[in-house]
Protein backbone atom coordinates (compact mmCIF):
# COMPACT_ATOMS: atom_id res chain seq x y z
CA UNK A 1 0.00 0.00 0.00
CA UNK A 2 2.71 2.56 1.41
CA UNK A 3 4.84 1.74 -2.01
CA UNK A 4 1.88 1.93 -4.98
CA UNK A 5 0.36 5.04 -3.17
CA UNK A 6 4.55 6.22 -3.55
CA UNK A 7 4.96 5.63 -7.18
CA UNK A 8 1.75 6.93 -7.46
CA UNK A 9 2.55 10.31 -6.36
CA UNK A 10 5.61 10.46 -7.97
CA UNK A 11 4.13 9.44 -11.24
CA UNK A 12 4.87 11.93 -14.05
CA UNK A 13 1.25 11.55 -15.20
CA UNK A 14 0.13 12.76 -11.51
CA UNK A 15 -1.34 15.99 -12.42
CA UNK A 16 -3.43 14.61 -15.22
CA UNK A 17 -6.86 14.57 -15.04
CA UNK A 18 -8.01 11.15 -13.49
CA UNK A 19 -10.94 11.18 -15.57
CA UNK A 20 -8.17 9.59 -18.56
CA UNK A 21 -6.28 7.20 -16.89
CA UNK A 22 -9.50 5.71 -15.24
CA UNK A 23 -10.97 5.98 -18.77
CA UNK A 24 -7.61 4.37 -20.74
CA UNK A 25 -7.69 1.65 -18.02
CA UNK A 26 -11.13 0.85 -18.25
CA UNK A 27 -11.53 0.53 -21.50
CA UNK A 28 -8.31 -1.42 -21.55
CA UNK A 29 -10.00 -4.25 -19.33
CA UNK A 30 -12.92 -4.18 -20.88
CA UNK A 31 -11.75 -4.74 -24.45
CA UNK A 32 -9.17 -7.70 -22.85
CA UNK A 33 -12.48 -9.29 -21.09
CA UNK A 34 -15.04 -8.40 -23.83
CA UNK A 35 -12.71 -9.77 -27.29
CA UNK A 36 -11.22 -12.70 -25.19
CA UNK A 37 -8.73 -13.04 -27.36
CA UNK A 38 -4.92 -14.39 -26.20
CA UNK A 39 -3.08 -12.21 -28.12
CA UNK A 40 -4.99 -8.94 -27.17
CA UNK A 41 -4.35 -9.75 -23.46
CA UNK A 42 -0.96 -9.87 -24.35
CA UNK A 43 -0.74 -6.46 -26.16
CA UNK A 44 -2.38 -4.81 -23.70
CA UNK A 45 0.11 -6.13 -21.29
CA UNK A 46 2.91 -4.53 -23.28
CA UNK A 47 1.12 -1.61 -23.90
CA UNK A 48 0.54 -1.05 -20.19
CA UNK A 49 4.30 -1.41 -19.54
CA UNK A 50 5.22 1.00 -22.17
CA UNK A 51 2.82 3.75 -20.76
CA UNK A 52 3.62 2.78 -17.29
CA UNK A 53 7.67 3.21 -17.77
CA UNK A 54 7.64 5.75 -20.62
CA UNK A 55 4.70 7.71 -20.38
CA UNK A 56 4.27 8.14 -16.37
CA UNK A 57 8.23 7.41 -15.29
CA UNK A 58 7.66 4.59 -13.51
CA UNK A 59 10.79 2.00 -12.71
CA UNK A 60 10.55 -0.72 -15.46
CA UNK A 61 11.21 -3.31 -12.80
CA UNK A 62 8.39 -2.26 -10.32
CA UNK A 63 5.91 -2.27 -12.70
CA UNK A 64 7.32 -5.93 -14.15
CA UNK A 65 7.65 -7.05 -10.59
CA UNK A 66 4.11 -6.26 -9.14
CA UNK A 67 2.89 -8.22 -12.79
CA UNK A 68 4.90 -10.71 -12.21
CA UNK A 69 3.44 -11.33 -8.45
CA UNK A 70 -0.17 -11.20 -9.92
CA UNK A 71 1.31 -13.65 -13.07
CA UNK A 72 2.22 -15.91 -10.60
CA UNK A 73 -1.10 -16.07 -8.50
CA UNK A 74 -2.65 -16.53 -12.13
CA UNK A 75 -0.81 -18.98 -13.40
CA UNK A 76 -1.83 -21.02 -10.04
CA UNK A 77 -5.17 -20.88 -10.83
CA UNK A 78 -4.83 -22.18 -14.35
CA UNK A 79 -2.90 -24.83 -13.21
CA UNK A 80 -6.17 -26.42 -12.65
CA UNK A 81 -7.55 -25.53 -15.72
CA UNK A 82 -4.46 -26.93 -17.90
CA UNK A 83 -3.81 -29.95 -16.09
CA UNK A 84 -6.57 -32.89 -14.82
CA UNK A 85 -5.99 -35.58 -12.24
CA UNK A 86 -7.22 -38.74 -12.31
CA UNK A 87 -7.06 -42.34 -11.11
CA UNK A 88 -7.67 -44.01 -14.37
CA UNK A 89 -5.46 -44.08 -17.42
CA UNK A 90 -6.89 -40.81 -19.63
CA UNK A 91 -5.34 -41.43 -22.52
CA UNK A 92 -8.71 -41.93 -24.15
CA UNK A 93 -9.48 -37.82 -24.08
CA UNK A 94 -6.28 -36.65 -23.21
CA UNK A 95 -3.14 -36.07 -25.45
CA UNK A 96 -0.76 -36.06 -23.19
CA UNK A 97 -0.83 -37.77 -20.01
CA UNK A 98 2.00 -38.79 -17.36
CA UNK A 99 1.58 -41.70 -14.72
CA UNK A 100 2.83 -40.34 -10.94
CA UNK A 101 2.39 -43.08 -8.73
CA UNK A 102 -1.54 -44.00 -8.62
CA UNK A 103 -2.36 -40.56 -10.27
CA UNK A 104 -2.35 -39.27 -13.94
CA UNK A 105 -1.84 -36.36 -15.04
CA UNK A 106 -2.73 -35.40 -18.40
CA UNK A 107 -3.47 -32.35 -20.38
CA UNK A 108 -4.70 -31.75 -24.29
CA UNK A 109 -4.10 -28.78 -26.41
CA UNK A 110 -7.46 -27.59 -26.24
CA UNK A 111 -7.10 -27.31 -22.04
CA UNK A 112 -3.25 -25.47 -22.88
CA UNK A 113 -5.06 -23.04 -25.08
CA UNK A 114 -7.98 -22.59 -22.66
CA UNK A 115 -5.48 -21.93 -19.53
CA UNK A 116 -3.34 -19.37 -21.66
CA UNK A 117 -6.78 -17.05 -23.03
CA UNK A 118 -7.49 -17.19 -19.33
CA UNK A 119 -4.24 -16.47 -17.83
CA UNK A 120 -3.44 -13.46 -20.63
CA UNK A 121 -6.97 -12.34 -20.71
CA UNK A 122 -6.90 -12.06 -16.37
CA UNK A 123 -2.78 -10.14 -16.76
CA UNK A 124 -3.32 -8.03 -19.42
CA UNK A 125 -6.76 -6.48 -17.40
CA UNK A 126 -4.56 -6.71 -14.06
CA UNK A 127 -1.86 -4.71 -15.80
CA UNK A 128 -4.37 -1.87 -16.80
CA UNK A 129 -5.78 -1.97 -13.27
CA UNK A 130 -1.93 -2.01 -11.98
CA UNK A 131 -1.24 1.64 -14.46
CA UNK A 132 -4.39 2.79 -12.47
CA UNK A 133 -3.41 2.37 -9.17
CA UNK A 134 0.42 3.50 -9.76
CA UNK A 135 0.17 6.48 -11.97
CA UNK A 136 -3.12 7.87 -9.50
CA UNK A 137 -3.33 8.49 -5.75
CA UNK A 138 -6.54 7.84 -4.58
CA UNK A 139 -7.24 11.12 -3.73
CA UNK A 140 -7.44 11.87 -7.41
CA UNK A 141 -9.58 9.02 -8.02
CA UNK A 142 -12.12 9.74 -4.81
CA UNK A 143 -12.34 13.41 -7.01
CA UNK A 144 -13.25 11.80 -10.47
CA UNK A 145 -15.88 9.24 -8.37
CA UNK A 146 -17.53 12.74 -6.78
CA UNK A 147 -17.74 14.41 -10.49
CA UNK A 148 -19.37 11.18 -11.42
CA UNK A 149 -21.71 11.71 -8.66
CA UNK A 150 -21.25 8.68 -6.93
CA UNK A 151 -23.46 9.31 -3.74
CA UNK A 152 -21.79 11.39 -1.38
CA UNK A 153 -21.53 9.65 1.44
CA UNK A 154 -19.44 6.54 0.18
CA UNK A 155 -16.47 9.15 -0.94
CA UNK A 156 -16.83 10.62 2.45
CA UNK A 157 -16.16 7.02 3.71
CA UNK A 158 -13.36 6.04 1.64
CA UNK A 159 -11.67 9.22 2.38
CA UNK A 160 -11.70 8.84 5.77
CA UNK A 161 -11.05 4.89 5.62
CA UNK A 162 -7.73 5.87 3.69
CA UNK A 163 -6.43 8.76 5.49
CA UNK A 164 -7.13 6.25 9.16
CA UNK A 165 -5.60 3.54 7.11
CA UNK A 166 -2.14 5.07 7.63
CA UNK A 167 -3.10 6.74 11.13
CA UNK A 168 -4.00 3.10 12.50
CA UNK A 169 -1.67 1.14 11.29
CA UNK A 170 1.66 4.14 12.68
CA UNK A 171 -0.62 3.21 16.02
CA UNK A 172 -0.34 -0.12 15.17
CA UNK A 173 3.25 -0.40 14.90
CA UNK A 174 3.47 1.44 18.12
CA UNK A 175 1.59 -0.71 20.10
CA UNK A 176 3.54 -3.40 18.38
CA UNK A 177 6.46 -2.33 19.15
CA UNK A 178 5.60 -1.30 23.01
CA UNK A 179 4.65 -4.94 23.31
CA UNK A 180 7.85 -6.78 21.74
CA UNK A 181 10.15 -4.00 24.21
CA UNK A 182 8.03 -5.79 27.50
CA UNK A 183 8.89 -9.40 25.65
CA UNK A 184 5.06 -9.70 24.47
CA UNK A 185 6.09 -11.90 21.75
CA UNK A 186 8.73 -14.18 23.54
CA UNK A 187 7.04 -17.19 22.83
CA UNK A 188 4.36 -18.66 20.81
CA UNK A 189 1.65 -18.50 23.78
CA UNK A 190 2.52 -15.23 24.66
CA UNK A 191 2.43 -13.79 21.37
CA UNK A 192 -1.34 -14.88 20.58
CA UNK A 193 -1.92 -13.34 23.70
CA UNK A 194 -0.03 -10.07 23.06
CA UNK A 195 -1.82 -9.93 19.61
CA UNK A 196 -5.34 -10.12 21.25
CA UNK A 197 -4.60 -7.10 23.62
CA UNK A 198 -3.54 -5.55 20.49
CA UNK A 199 -6.50 -6.01 18.52
CA UNK A 200 -9.13 -4.78 21.35
CA UNK A 201 -6.65 -2.19 22.48
CA UNK A 202 -6.52 -1.06 18.60
CA UNK A 203 -10.12 -1.04 18.29
CA UNK A 204 -10.54 1.16 21.61
CA UNK A 205 -8.14 3.56 19.90
CA UNK A 206 -10.06 3.33 16.44
CA UNK A 207 -13.51 4.43 17.82
CA UNK A 208 -12.06 7.17 20.12
CA UNK A 209 -10.11 9.00 17.40
CA UNK A 210 -13.25 8.77 15.16
CA UNK A 211 -14.77 10.65 18.24
CA UNK A 212 -12.04 12.79 17.97
CA UNK A 213 -12.24 13.63 14.74
CA UNK A 214 -15.72 14.20 14.52
CA UNK A 215 -15.01 16.73 17.24
CA UNK A 216 -12.53 18.65 15.06
CA UNK A 217 -14.44 18.38 12.76
CA UNK A 218 -17.30 20.01 14.14
CA UNK A 219 -15.27 22.80 15.28
CA UNK A 220 -14.87 23.57 11.69
CA UNK A 221 -18.57 23.63 10.86
CA UNK A 222 -19.00 20.26 9.74
CA UNK A 223 -22.35 19.59 9.22
CA UNK A 224 -22.55 15.89 7.84
CA UNK A 225 -21.12 16.55 4.32
CA UNK A 226 -17.74 16.73 3.52
CA UNK A 227 -17.14 19.85 1.26
CA UNK A 228 -13.88 19.96 -0.27
CA UNK A 229 -11.84 22.24 -3.50
CA UNK A 230 -12.36 20.14 -6.48
CA UNK A 231 -8.49 19.80 -7.76
CA UNK A 232 -7.61 21.53 -11.01
CA UNK A 233 -6.03 19.18 -13.77
CA UNK A 234 -4.27 18.95 -16.90
CA UNK A 235 -4.93 17.86 -20.27
CA UNK A 236 -3.17 14.96 -21.84
CA UNK A 237 -2.59 15.00 -25.73
CA UNK A 238 -0.16 12.57 -25.76
CA UNK A 239 -2.31 10.07 -23.25
CA UNK A 240 -5.49 10.61 -25.61
CA UNK A 241 -3.82 9.63 -28.62
CA UNK A 242 -1.40 6.76 -26.59
CA UNK A 243 -5.08 5.46 -25.65
CA UNK A 244 -6.52 5.74 -29.53
CA UNK A 245 -3.10 4.26 -30.69
CA UNK A 246 -3.72 1.55 -28.33
CA UNK A 247 -7.11 1.09 -28.27
CA UNK A 248 -6.94 0.52 -32.61
CA UNK A 249 -3.61 -1.80 -32.14
CA UNK A 250 -5.91 -3.99 -30.19
CA UNK A 251 -8.93 -4.00 -31.92
CA UNK A 252 -6.56 -4.68 -35.08
CA UNK A 253 -5.01 -7.85 -33.53
CA UNK A 254 -8.03 -9.09 -32.98
CA UNK A 255 -9.68 -8.62 -36.19
CA UNK A 256 -6.68 -10.25 -37.52
CA UNK A 257 -6.39 -13.02 -35.10
CA UNK B 1 -10.25 45.77 29.14
CA UNK B 2 -12.90 44.29 27.05
CA UNK B 3 -13.57 40.80 27.68
CA UNK B 4 -14.50 38.48 24.33
CA UNK B 5 -15.16 35.58 25.97
CA UNK B 6 -16.96 34.99 29.42
CA UNK B 7 -17.72 32.29 30.99
CA UNK B 8 -20.63 32.57 33.79
CA UNK B 9 -20.32 29.71 36.43
CA UNK B 10 -19.78 26.96 34.12
CA UNK B 11 -20.41 23.65 35.00
CA UNK B 12 -19.34 20.68 32.59
CA UNK B 13 -20.45 16.95 33.74
CA UNK B 14 -18.97 14.50 30.87
CA UNK B 15 -22.28 12.28 29.71
CA UNK B 16 -21.89 9.26 32.45
CA UNK B 17 -19.69 10.52 34.93
CA UNK B 18 -20.16 11.36 38.04
CA UNK B 19 -17.77 14.31 39.01
CA UNK B 20 -17.49 17.31 37.38
CA UNK B 21 -15.04 18.58 34.73
CA UNK B 22 -15.57 22.34 35.14
CA UNK B 23 -17.20 23.51 38.41
CA UNK B 24 -18.43 26.64 38.57
CA UNK B 25 -15.78 27.95 36.54
CA UNK B 26 -15.67 31.79 35.64
CA UNK B 27 -13.50 33.74 33.53
CA UNK B 28 -13.23 36.33 31.35
CA UNK B 29 -10.76 36.03 28.38
CA UNK B 30 -9.56 39.77 27.17
CA UNK B 31 -9.75 40.72 23.48
CA UNK B 32 -6.54 40.86 21.43
CA UNK B 33 -4.15 39.09 24.35
CA UNK B 34 -2.07 36.06 23.92
CA UNK B 35 -3.35 34.01 26.94
CA UNK B 36 -1.52 31.61 28.14
CA UNK B 37 -3.76 29.00 29.92
CA UNK B 38 -1.76 26.49 32.30
CA UNK B 39 -2.69 23.66 34.64
CA UNK B 40 -1.97 20.27 35.35
CA UNK B 41 -3.30 17.12 33.22
CA UNK B 42 -6.72 16.52 33.75
CA UNK B 43 -7.60 20.19 35.26
CA UNK B 44 -10.63 20.82 32.70
CA UNK B 45 -8.23 22.77 30.27
CA UNK B 46 -9.25 21.19 27.18
CA UNK B 47 -12.99 20.75 28.51
CA UNK B 48 -13.01 24.59 29.17
CA UNK B 49 -11.45 24.75 25.47
CA UNK B 50 -14.13 22.95 23.59
CA UNK B 51 -16.37 25.29 25.84
CA UNK B 52 -15.29 28.05 23.81
CA UNK B 53 -16.78 27.12 20.13
CA UNK B 54 -19.83 25.83 21.79
CA UNK B 55 -18.53 21.58 21.36
CA UNK B 56 -19.63 21.24 24.52
CA UNK B 57 -22.47 23.20 26.13
CA UNK B 58 -22.34 23.87 29.78
CA UNK B 59 -24.36 21.85 32.35
CA UNK B 60 -25.17 24.58 33.87
CA UNK B 61 -23.98 28.66 33.60
CA UNK B 62 -23.37 30.53 30.93
CA UNK B 63 -20.92 30.83 27.95
CA UNK B 64 -21.03 34.69 26.25
CA UNK B 65 -19.21 35.48 23.39
CA UNK B 66 -18.40 39.37 22.58
CA UNK B 67 -21.51 39.75 24.71
CA UNK B 68 -23.82 37.50 23.50
CA UNK B 69 -24.26 34.27 25.13
CA UNK B 70 -23.88 31.62 23.56
CA UNK B 71 -27.18 30.49 21.15
CA UNK B 72 -26.78 25.85 20.71
CA UNK B 73 -28.88 26.02 17.30
CA UNK B 74 -27.09 24.94 14.24
CA UNK B 75 -27.07 27.80 12.42
CA UNK B 76 -25.97 29.84 15.37
CA UNK B 77 -23.14 27.85 15.72
CA UNK B 78 -21.93 28.03 12.48
CA UNK B 79 -21.17 31.97 12.76
CA UNK B 80 -19.90 31.32 16.00
CA UNK B 81 -17.49 28.67 14.91
CA UNK B 82 -16.59 31.31 11.89
CA UNK B 83 -15.92 33.50 14.86
CA UNK B 84 -13.54 30.83 16.63
CA UNK B 85 -11.32 28.36 15.75
CA UNK B 86 -9.97 25.62 17.39
CA UNK B 87 -6.54 23.58 16.65
CA UNK B 88 -6.57 20.07 18.63
CA UNK B 89 -3.48 18.62 19.96
CA UNK B 90 -2.94 15.58 18.02
CA UNK B 91 -2.97 16.75 14.30
CA UNK B 92 -3.92 13.20 13.06
CA UNK B 93 -6.99 13.51 15.44
CA UNK B 94 -7.72 16.81 12.99
CA UNK B 95 -6.56 16.16 9.46
CA UNK B 96 -9.37 13.74 8.01
CA UNK B 97 -8.18 14.07 4.06
CA UNK B 98 -5.24 12.20 2.30
CA UNK B 99 -5.00 15.62 0.16
CA UNK B 100 -3.56 18.70 2.55
CA UNK B 101 -5.38 21.12 0.29
CA UNK B 102 -8.59 19.40 0.31
CA UNK B 103 -8.60 19.69 4.46
CA UNK B 104 -7.63 23.06 3.98
CA UNK B 105 -10.36 23.80 2.51
CA UNK B 106 -12.75 21.93 4.22
CA UNK B 107 -13.73 24.77 6.72
CA UNK B 108 -14.27 27.88 4.30
CA UNK B 109 -16.53 25.90 2.34
CA UNK B 110 -18.23 24.66 5.43
CA UNK B 111 -19.17 28.63 5.91
CA UNK B 112 -20.71 28.54 2.62
CA UNK B 113 -17.84 30.96 0.77
CA UNK B 114 -17.50 30.40 -3.32
CA UNK B 115 -14.63 28.63 -4.28
CA UNK B 116 -12.69 31.08 -5.85
CA UNK B 117 -12.87 32.71 -2.79
CA UNK B 118 -11.86 29.56 -0.80
CA UNK B 119 -8.84 28.91 -3.28
CA UNK B 120 -7.57 32.52 -2.08
CA UNK B 121 -8.36 31.40 1.56
CA UNK B 122 -6.40 28.49 1.23
CA UNK B 123 -3.55 30.02 -0.32
CA UNK B 124 -3.48 32.74 1.80
CA UNK B 125 -3.51 30.46 5.03
CA UNK B 126 -1.13 28.20 3.55
CA UNK B 127 1.29 31.13 2.97
CA UNK B 128 0.92 32.11 6.21
CA UNK B 129 1.46 28.65 7.99
CA UNK B 130 4.54 28.37 5.37
CA UNK B 131 3.20 24.92 4.22
CA UNK B 132 2.64 26.11 0.53
CA UNK B 133 5.18 23.50 -0.90
CA UNK B 134 3.22 21.09 0.88
CA UNK B 135 -0.09 21.55 -0.80
CA UNK B 136 0.30 19.17 -3.10
CA UNK B 137 1.48 16.25 -0.54
CA UNK B 138 -0.27 13.44 0.98
CA UNK B 139 -0.89 13.87 3.91
CA UNK B 140 0.16 10.60 5.52
CA UNK B 141 4.06 11.59 4.04
CA UNK B 142 4.21 14.90 6.21
CA UNK B 143 6.09 15.25 9.14
CA UNK B 144 4.99 15.75 12.64
CA UNK B 145 5.98 19.58 12.40
CA UNK B 146 4.39 19.84 9.08
CA UNK B 147 0.99 18.23 9.81
CA UNK B 148 1.05 21.03 13.32
CA UNK B 149 0.90 23.52 10.43
CA UNK B 150 -1.29 22.34 7.89
CA UNK B 151 -3.41 21.77 10.81
CA UNK B 152 -3.34 25.49 11.98
CA UNK B 153 -3.94 26.63 7.83
CA UNK B 154 -6.72 24.52 7.78
CA UNK B 155 -7.82 26.20 10.89
CA UNK B 156 -6.65 29.96 10.01
CA UNK B 157 -8.79 29.23 6.11
CA UNK B 158 -12.17 30.43 8.45
CA UNK B 159 -10.39 33.33 9.60
CA UNK B 160 -11.71 33.50 12.78
CA UNK B 161 -11.42 36.40 15.32
CA UNK B 162 -10.22 33.90 18.24
CA UNK B 163 -7.64 30.81 18.26
CA UNK B 164 -7.90 28.18 20.86
CA UNK B 165 -4.61 26.06 20.92
CA UNK B 166 -5.39 22.94 23.13
CA UNK B 167 -1.37 22.22 23.50
CA UNK B 168 -0.39 22.03 20.21
CA UNK B 169 3.44 22.53 20.80
CA UNK B 170 3.90 19.11 23.42
CA UNK B 171 5.67 16.81 21.22
CA UNK B 172 7.19 19.64 18.52
CA UNK B 173 10.67 20.00 18.42
CA UNK B 174 12.23 23.45 19.53
CA UNK B 175 12.68 24.60 15.87
CA UNK B 176 8.76 23.84 14.58
CA UNK B 177 8.10 25.76 17.87
CA UNK B 178 9.36 28.74 17.14
CA UNK B 179 7.65 28.76 13.79
CA UNK B 180 4.53 28.38 15.24
CA UNK B 181 4.94 30.92 18.24
CA UNK B 182 6.03 33.21 14.78
CA UNK B 183 2.43 32.38 13.33
CA UNK B 184 0.26 33.15 16.90
CA UNK B 185 2.48 36.40 16.83
CA UNK B 186 1.83 37.07 13.40
CA UNK B 187 -2.21 37.06 14.25
CA UNK B 188 -1.64 38.53 17.62
CA UNK B 189 -0.57 41.69 15.38
CA UNK B 190 -3.77 41.34 13.51
CA UNK B 191 -5.62 41.93 16.62
CA UNK B 192 -6.88 38.93 17.09
CA UNK B 193 -6.91 36.44 20.88
CA UNK B 194 -5.31 33.39 21.33
CA UNK B 195 -5.81 30.90 23.99
CA UNK B 196 -2.80 28.79 24.38
CA UNK B 197 -2.74 25.56 26.83
CA UNK B 198 0.87 24.87 27.78
CA UNK B 199 3.13 23.28 30.58
CA UNK B 200 5.69 25.43 29.54
CA UNK B 201 7.17 28.28 31.69
CA UNK B 202 9.12 30.17 28.93
CA UNK B 203 5.85 30.50 27.25
CA UNK B 204 3.99 31.77 30.32
CA UNK B 205 6.90 34.78 30.97
CA UNK B 206 7.96 35.17 27.66
CA UNK B 207 5.41 35.01 25.11
CA UNK B 208 1.86 35.55 26.99
CA UNK B 209 0.07 38.50 27.88
CA UNK B 210 -2.56 37.19 30.39
CA UNK B 211 -2.53 33.71 31.80
CA UNK B 212 -4.85 32.07 33.00
CA UNK B 213 -4.73 29.12 35.82
CA UNK B 214 -6.78 26.14 36.14
CA UNK B 215 -6.96 24.20 39.00
CA UNK B 216 -9.51 21.14 39.06
CA UNK B 217 -12.22 22.64 37.12
CA UNK B 218 -11.97 26.11 38.30
CA UNK B 219 -9.93 29.11 37.60
CA UNK B 220 -7.56 29.95 40.23
CA UNK B 221 -6.15 32.57 38.45
CA UNK B 222 -6.35 35.37 35.53
CA UNK B 223 -4.34 38.20 35.13
CA UNK B 224 -0.92 39.47 33.69
CA UNK B 225 2.01 37.00 34.11
CA UNK B 226 3.98 39.32 36.49
CA UNK B 227 1.10 38.96 38.51
CA UNK B 228 1.26 35.54 39.11
CA UNK B 229 4.66 35.07 39.28
CA UNK B 230 4.09 38.09 42.51
CA UNK B 231 1.32 35.88 44.24
CA UNK B 232 3.62 33.97 46.24
CA UNK B 233 0.96 32.31 48.12
CA UNK B 234 -0.77 31.32 45.39
CA UNK B 235 2.34 29.56 43.51
CA UNK B 236 2.72 27.80 46.79
CA UNK B 237 -0.83 26.71 46.89
CA UNK B 238 -0.86 25.74 43.41
CA UNK B 239 2.72 23.95 43.52
CA UNK B 240 3.41 26.04 40.66
CA UNK B 241 6.39 28.11 42.02
CA UNK B 242 8.09 25.20 43.56
CA UNK B 243 7.88 23.18 40.10
CA UNK B 244 8.90 26.10 38.79
CA UNK B 245 12.46 27.44 40.38
CA UNK B 246 10.98 31.23 40.18
CA UNK B 247 12.60 33.73 42.37
CA UNK B 248 9.45 34.75 44.12
CA UNK B 249 9.97 38.11 45.43
Not at chain 1, 79 to 100: F, H, R, Y
Not at chain 1, 148 to 165: A, E, K, N, S, W
Request: proline fraction near 4%; aromatic fraction near 10%.
Amino acid sequence: MHVIDRYAYASRIREVDPAYKVGLATVTLLLCLILNEPFVGILAIIWMFFLAVKVAGLPADVFGRVLLAEFTFLALTTVGVALSVTAKDPTAINMWAVKLGPLWFSSSPEALNLAFALLSRALGGTAAMNFLAMTTPLVDLLDFFRRLHIPGLLIDIMTVMYRFVFVLLESLETMYVAQKSRLGYRSFYRGMVSAGLLASRLFIDTYRRAQRLQTAMEARSYDGEFRVLPTTYKQSRQLVFSGVLMVSTLLLVWGIV
Amino acid sequence: MTAILEFVKVSYCYPGQDHFALKELELEVPAAEKVAVIGRNGSGKSTLFLHCNGLHQPTSGEVLFAGQGLDYDRRALRSLRQHIGIVFQNPDDQLFSASVVQDISFGPLNLGLDEEEVRRRVEQAAAFCEVTELLERPTHALSGGEKARVALAGVLAMDPDVLVADEVMASLDPWVRLRIFDILNRLHEQGKTILLATHDLDTVTHWATFVVVIQQGAVVFSGEPDALLADKPLLEKTGLGAIWHQPVS
